[in-house]
């Protein structure tokens, strides 16, 4: 049996991978640093169980795209990208990942 635990918003929530979970192929997602400098690169690591359309976007506090980073098909595997997005004022932002029919947002504090 495995876990994942993560931090969504400073709460740890663990989720069981071997239950089937509605919407969950049992990707991983996982980023950091967190908080980062300006001007300093992000890498986001993310896994897929089967092949998926990946998209990886900036959101103010309100839900707003503020950046596109990632948009394409994955296959299934591990996967690692580094993003430098100098645009990125110091504040709060949210990072959300979608592939296929799952989808993580995550805090994302850039100082």
């Given amino acids: 049996m495995c876990s994942l635990i993560f931090a969504l918003f400073g709460q740890t929530s663990d989720f069981d991978l071997d239950e089937k979970i509605p919407n969950q192929s049992g990707e991983l997602v996982k980023f950091y640093p967190n908080p980062m400098i300006k001007g300093q690169s992000l890498t986001v690591v993310y896994q897929s169980n089967e ?41 709060n932002y949210m990072l959300k990942v979608v592939c296929g ?9 850039v100082r």
């Fill in 51 to 91: 092949p998926c359309m990946i998209s990886i976007q900036i959101l103010d506090v309100l839900g707003n795209p503020v950046s596109d980073l990632e948009y394409s098909i994955e296959t299934e595997g591990e996967h690692k990208i580094k993003i430098l997005d100098s645009s990125l004022d110091p504040g």
């Fill in 101 to 109: 029919n799952y989808f993580k947002i995550e805090k994302l504090i």
